[in-house]
Protein backbone atom coordinates (compact mmCIF):
# COMPACT_ATOMS: atom_id res chain seq x y z
CA UNK A 1 0.00 0.00 0.00
CA UNK A 2 1.27 3.36 -0.99
CA UNK A 3 2.44 5.74 1.64
CA UNK A 4 -1.03 8.72 0.76
CA UNK A 5 -3.08 5.51 0.65
CA UNK A 6 -2.29 4.44 4.13
CA UNK A 7 -1.76 8.00 5.29
CA UNK A 8 -5.75 8.73 4.41
CA UNK A 9 -6.71 5.40 6.08
CA UNK A 10 -4.99 5.35 9.49
CA UNK A 11 -2.85 8.88 9.86
CA UNK A 12 -0.78 7.87 12.78
CA UNK A 13 0.62 4.37 10.94
CA UNK A 14 0.33 6.69 7.35
CA UNK A 15 3.06 9.35 9.51
CA UNK A 16 5.17 6.98 11.11
CA UNK A 17 5.93 4.84 7.68
CA UNK A 18 6.25 8.94 6.34
CA UNK A 19 8.83 9.80 7.99
CA UNK A 20 10.94 6.68 8.15
CA UNK A 21 10.85 6.59 4.20
CA UNK A 22 11.76 10.39 3.67
CA UNK A 23 12.70 12.16 7.13
CA UNK A 24 16.06 11.98 6.19
CA UNK A 25 15.88 13.18 3.19
CA UNK A 26 13.79 16.00 3.77
CA UNK A 27 15.82 16.87 6.53
CA UNK A 28 19.33 17.18 4.36
CA UNK A 29 17.45 19.29 1.69
CA UNK A 30 16.18 21.30 4.64
CA UNK A 31 19.16 21.90 6.33
CA UNK A 32 20.82 23.51 3.02
CA UNK A 33 17.85 25.53 2.87
CA UNK A 34 17.76 26.89 6.67
CA UNK A 35 21.16 27.00 7.25
CA UNK A 36 20.44 26.22 10.82
CA UNK A 37 19.75 22.50 12.05
CA UNK A 38 16.88 23.42 14.51
CA UNK A 39 15.30 25.58 11.76
CA UNK A 40 16.14 22.60 9.50
CA UNK A 41 13.93 20.60 11.89
CA UNK A 42 11.02 22.52 12.55
CA UNK A 43 9.99 22.56 8.89
CA UNK A 44 10.09 19.13 8.43
CA UNK A 45 7.85 18.68 11.36
CA UNK A 46 5.51 21.71 10.09
CA UNK A 47 5.82 19.58 6.24
CA UNK A 48 4.96 16.09 8.02
CA UNK A 49 2.29 17.67 10.36
CA UNK A 50 0.66 19.97 6.97
CA UNK A 51 0.74 16.36 4.88
CA UNK A 52 -1.32 14.95 7.24
CA UNK A 53 -3.53 17.41 7.09
CA UNK A 54 -4.18 18.15 3.75
CA UNK A 55 -3.34 14.20 2.41
CA UNK A 56 -6.99 14.21 0.68
CA UNK A 57 -5.71 17.08 -1.98
CA UNK A 58 -2.84 14.52 -2.65
CA UNK A 59 -2.88 13.68 -6.70
CA UNK A 60 -2.27 9.85 -6.57
CA UNK A 61 -1.05 10.51 -10.18
CA UNK A 62 1.63 12.89 -8.66
CA UNK A 63 5.08 12.26 -6.88
CA UNK A 64 4.21 11.99 -3.42
CA UNK A 65 8.39 13.26 -2.27
CA UNK A 66 7.25 15.90 -4.92
CA UNK A 67 4.26 16.86 -3.55
CA UNK A 68 6.55 17.17 0.41
CA UNK A 69 8.71 18.72 -1.53
CA UNK A 70 6.60 21.41 -2.15
CA UNK A 71 5.11 21.77 1.09
CA UNK A 72 8.40 22.19 2.32
CA UNK A 73 9.57 25.15 -0.23
CA UNK A 74 6.25 26.69 0.34
CA UNK A 75 7.05 26.83 4.15
CA UNK A 76 10.54 28.25 3.54
CA UNK A 77 9.32 30.77 1.33
CA UNK A 78 6.66 32.17 4.27
CA UNK A 79 9.72 31.88 6.66
CA UNK A 80 11.78 34.05 5.08
CA UNK A 81 9.53 36.44 3.93
CA UNK A 82 8.52 37.11 7.58
CA UNK A 83 11.96 37.15 9.02
CA UNK A 84 14.35 39.77 8.64
CA UNK A 85 17.39 39.49 6.34
CA UNK A 86 20.40 37.50 8.09
CA UNK A 87 24.29 38.21 7.09
CA UNK A 88 26.09 34.83 6.95
CA UNK A 89 30.12 34.57 6.30
CA UNK A 90 31.36 31.66 4.43
CA UNK A 91 33.36 28.88 6.38
CA UNK A 92 31.16 30.12 10.11
CA UNK A 93 28.11 27.92 9.26
CA UNK A 94 28.31 24.23 10.83
CA UNK A 95 28.81 20.91 8.81
CA UNK A 96 25.92 19.65 6.88
CA UNK A 97 24.68 15.97 7.00
CA UNK A 98 25.92 13.76 4.62
CA UNK A 99 23.04 13.30 1.74
CA UNK A 100 23.42 11.61 -1.74
CA UNK A 101 24.11 14.66 -4.01
CA UNK A 102 24.39 14.68 -8.07
CA UNK A 103 26.12 16.58 -10.47
CA UNK A 104 29.32 18.35 -9.84
CA UNK A 105 30.07 17.35 -6.15
CA UNK A 106 29.98 13.63 -7.29
CA UNK A 107 33.15 14.27 -8.30
CA UNK A 108 35.15 15.88 -6.13
CA UNK A 109 36.72 14.77 -2.58
CA UNK A 110 34.81 14.71 0.67
CA UNK A 111 36.78 17.81 1.83
CA UNK A 112 35.84 19.73 -0.92
CA UNK A 113 32.36 18.89 -0.90
CA UNK A 114 32.29 20.15 2.88
CA UNK A 115 33.45 23.24 1.16
CA UNK A 116 30.55 23.05 -1.16
CA UNK A 117 27.78 22.40 1.00
CA UNK A 118 29.55 25.55 2.95
CA UNK A 119 29.10 27.39 -0.28
CA UNK A 120 26.02 26.53 -0.87
CA UNK A 121 24.72 27.44 2.98
CA UNK A 122 25.85 30.74 2.07
CA UNK A 123 24.08 31.61 -1.13
CA UNK A 124 20.89 34.20 -0.93
CA UNK A 125 17.57 31.77 -0.30
CA UNK A 126 16.55 31.97 -3.90
CA UNK A 127 20.07 31.26 -4.96
CA UNK A 128 20.02 28.40 -2.69
CA UNK A 129 17.01 26.55 -3.19
CA UNK A 130 17.33 26.16 -7.11
CA UNK A 131 20.82 24.95 -6.17
CA UNK A 132 19.58 22.06 -3.81
CA UNK A 133 16.67 21.14 -6.15
CA UNK A 134 18.71 20.62 -9.10
CA UNK A 135 22.18 19.24 -7.84
CA UNK A 136 21.09 18.07 -4.13
CA UNK A 137 18.01 16.84 -5.49
CA UNK A 138 18.69 15.83 -9.40
CA UNK A 139 14.92 18.02 -10.07
CA UNK A 140 15.04 19.07 -13.45
CA UNK A 141 14.49 22.64 -14.82
CA UNK A 142 10.84 22.38 -15.78
CA UNK A 143 10.28 20.51 -12.22
CA UNK A 144 11.72 23.60 -10.47
CA UNK A 145 9.91 25.64 -11.98
CA UNK A 146 7.07 23.75 -11.29
CA UNK A 147 7.31 23.16 -8.09
CA UNK A 148 8.82 27.20 -6.96
CA UNK A 149 5.75 28.35 -9.46
CA UNK A 150 7.89 30.67 -11.24
CA UNK A 151 9.13 30.63 -15.33
CA UNK A 152 11.68 28.30 -16.21
CA UNK A 153 14.09 31.37 -17.50
CA UNK A 154 13.84 32.48 -14.04
CA UNK A 155 15.00 29.08 -12.61
CA UNK A 156 17.85 29.07 -15.52
CA UNK A 157 18.95 32.45 -14.53
CA UNK A 158 18.94 31.50 -10.76
CA UNK A 159 21.61 28.75 -11.32
CA UNK A 160 23.51 30.99 -13.70
CA UNK A 161 24.64 32.87 -10.66
CA UNK A 162 24.49 30.36 -7.98
CA UNK A 163 27.29 28.52 -9.73
CA UNK A 164 28.90 32.13 -10.07
CA UNK A 165 28.93 32.99 -6.60
CA UNK A 166 29.70 29.12 -5.73
CA UNK A 167 32.83 29.40 -8.24
CA UNK A 168 33.68 32.81 -6.35
CA UNK A 169 33.46 31.17 -3.16
CA UNK A 170 35.18 28.58 -3.49
CA UNK A 171 38.11 29.88 -5.58
CA UNK A 172 37.87 32.81 -2.77
CA UNK A 173 36.92 35.48 -5.39
CA UNK A 174 34.51 38.10 -4.74
CA UNK A 175 31.10 37.64 -6.11
CA UNK A 176 28.56 40.58 -5.91
CA UNK A 177 24.88 39.65 -7.61
CA UNK A 178 23.94 42.44 -9.44
CA UNK A 179 20.19 42.58 -10.28
CA UNK A 180 20.07 44.80 -13.56
Not at 15 to 22: G, L, N, P, S
Not at 139 to 155: D, F, K, L, N, Y
Not at 171 to 177: A, G, L, Q
Request: hydrophobic content about 45%; overall charge neutral; proline content about 3%.
Amino acid sequence: MDIWELLRRDAECGAERMVAEYGNRLLAAATLLCRSDADAEELVFRTFEQAVKKIRQFEPTGDFYKWLYTILLNFRRMDVRRRKPEVIMFGTTADLPEVPISGFIDAISAADAEAVRSAVRGLSDMHRIVTVLKYFEGRSIEEIAEMMQIPIGTVKSRLHHARIALQAALTHKEYKYDRK
